[in-house]
């Protein structure tokens, strides 16, 4: 099968075409194949080795020290299943399923196994499967970090970085679990983030939301600006700071916060649950969790998705699409593969653009 790899951390253009085996199901795993994928933030930074702050060396020990351990990215897939192992009891050949394996990644392949228990469900029929794909990362996030906060209907929450892929999510659970929201974007997003149901929204270069002299119950900080040194004031009285995308400094702070303050510091990488993604299907099937999709590109085009991604300037979710190719997946890939950038002879510098 074919897989989009990288075997060296860099900028977009280490992406290549490789052929690769295809995987086989463990007993108790299902054979997906995949029709859609997406570029997130975690991807980019797994891609570039550009982490929070304090974490470079960590992530490094982690993902391998001098080249990548996994070669193919991608946390969130939708698609087709295809083949069972011998115990699976939970899906059929036929399903269409969407999910996520972030610790494992993978999904930038023609077929990706995943154990049938895992964060894996059946895609809502209202949803095509690019809408599916975009599902999980950003949902997952927020209900992972809204569970660990315990948000309880009628709070105030305000979500800093609102227009990307988990600043969308969090704004329509925290809605959808009843508290009052405001989102913190750039004027060109006030529209979306309103159209998905924040009460109020800051324009984050027209007005400072830590000088407005209100307070929340809950601040969602997506996009690593609003760390507890800047917006503590802005918090209510046992108020929780969620940093989606924090440093080491402030997770290390978070146990003396708790005891000076009362306030406290919610931070760590989010957990993936089946539970969870059954519950976006669920809510997505219903019209009540809307995936938000920036950009669709064909896998062919991957460096050029990643390009977008790299520059922090994504609304909601970026989405790869798998069915440009051949049932074979050989058919039209030479003409798909010219489209791709080429290996460097020599490294360009790492890209140090924000995720959003």
Same mark, same amino acid.
């Given at each position: 099968?074919?897989?989009?790899?990288?075997?060296?951390?860099?900028?977009?253009?280490?992406?290549?075409?490789?052929?690769?085996?295809?995987?086989?199901?463990?007993?108790?795993?299902?054979?997906?194949?995949?029709?859609?994928?997406?570029?997130?933030?975690?991807?980019?930074?797994?891609?570039?080795?550009?982490?929070?702050?304090?974490?470079?060396?960590?992530?490094?020990?982690?993902?391998?020290?001098?080249?990548?351990?996994?070669?193919?990215?991608?946390?969130?897939?939708?698609?087709?299943?295809?083949?069972?192992?011998?115990?699976?009891?939970?899906?059929?050949?036929?399903?269409?399923?969407?999910?996520?394996?972030?610790?494992?990644?993978?999904?930038?392949?023609?077929?990706?196994?995943?154990?049938?228990?895992?964060?894996?469900?059946?895609?809502?029929?209202?949803?095509?499967?690019?809408?599916?794909?975009?599902?999980?990362?950003?949902?997952?996030?927020?209900?992972?970090?809204?569970?660990?906060?315990?948000?309880?209907?009628?709070?105030?929450?305000?979500?800093?970085?609102?227009?990307?892929?988990?600043?969308?999510? +969090?704004?329509?659970?925290?809605?959808?679990?009843? $508290?009052?929201?405001?989102?913190?974007?750039?004027?060109?997003?006030? $529209?979306?983030?309103?159209?998905?149901?924040?009460?109020?929204?800051?324009?984050?270069?027209?007005?400072?939301?830590?000088?407005?002299?209100?307070?929340?119950?809950?601040?969602?900080?997506?996009?690593?600006? +609003?760390?507890?040194?800047?917006?503590?004031?802005?918090?209510?009285?046992?108020?929780?700071?969620?940093?989606?995308?924090?440093?080491?400094?402030?997770?290390?702070?978070?146990?003396?916060?708790?005891?000076?303050?009362?306030?406290?510091?919610?931070?760590?990488?989010?957990?993936?649950?089946?539970?969870?993604?059954?519950?976006?299907?669920?809510?997505?099937?219903?019209?009540?969790?809307?995936?938000?999709?920036?950009?669709?590109?064909?896998?062919?085009?991957?460096?050029?998705?990643?390009?977008?991604?790299?520059?922090?300037?994504?609304?909601?979710?970026?989405?790869?699409?798998?069915?440009?190719? $051949?049932?074979?997946?050989?058919?039209?890939?030479?003409?798909?593969?010219?489209?791709? +950038?080429?290996?460097?002879?020599?490294?360009?510098?790492?890209?140090?653009?924000?995720?959003?």
């Amino acid at each position: 099968m074919k897989a989009v790899i990288y075997e060296h951390y860099g900028p977009p253009e280490v992406l290549q075409w490789q052929e690769v085996a295809r995987p086989t199901p463990k007993d108790h795993e299902v054979l997906i194949k995949v029709h859609a994928s997406t570029v997130t933030a975690g991807d980019w930074r797994v891609r570039s080795l550009t982490m929070p702050r304090g974490f470079g060396l960590i992530s490094r020990l982690v993902l391998g020290l001098r080249k990548p351990r996994q070669a193919i990215l991608g946390v969130e897939l939708a698609g087709t299943v295809v083949a069972l192992g011998s115990k699976v009891n939970q899906f059929k050949v036929g399903d269409q399923v969407f999910g996520m394996d972030g610790a494992h990644m993978g999904c930038y392949a023609e077929y990706k196994c995943m154990p049938q228990d895992g964060a894996l469900a059946l895609k809502p029929a209202s949803l095509s499967f690019e809408e599916a794909a975009a599902l999980s990362f950003g949902g997952t996030t927020a209900l992972d970090f809204f569970r660990r906060a315990n948000l309880k209907s009628g709070e105030t929450v305000l979500v800093n970085g609102a227009s990307g892929g988990v600043g969308t999510a +969090a704004v329509q659970l925290a809605k959808h679990f009843g $508290a009052e929201v405001t989102a913190v974007c750039s004027g060109a997003n006030a $529209a979306l983030v309103r159209s998905l149901g924040a009460d109020h929204v800051i324009d984050y270069a027209k007005q400072d939301f830590t000088t407005n002299g209100q307070t929340y119950e809950l601040i969602v900080d997506t996009a690593g600006t +609003a760390g507890f040194s800047r917006c503590k004031g802005s918090l209510a009285d046992k108020g929780r700071l969620l940093l989606v995308l924090g440093g080491l400094a402030e997770l290390l702070q978070a146990p003396w916060v708790g005891l000076s303050s009362g306030k406290k510091i919610i931070a760590g990488p989010a957990t993936e649950r089946a539970q969870d993604v059954r519950l976006l299907a669920e809510l997505a099937g219903a019209g009540k969790f809307k995936p938000v999709i920036d950009r669709r590109y064909p896998v062919a085009q991957i460096v050029e998705a990643h390009r977008y991604v790299d520059t922090g300037r994504k609304r909601g979710n970026v989405v790869i699409t798998w069915d440009t190719l $051949a049932p074979d997946g050989q058919s039209g890939l030479a003409d798909a593969v010219q489209l791709v +950038a080429p290996l460097p002879s020599s490294m360009p510098g790492q890209s140090d653009a924000p995720a959003r």
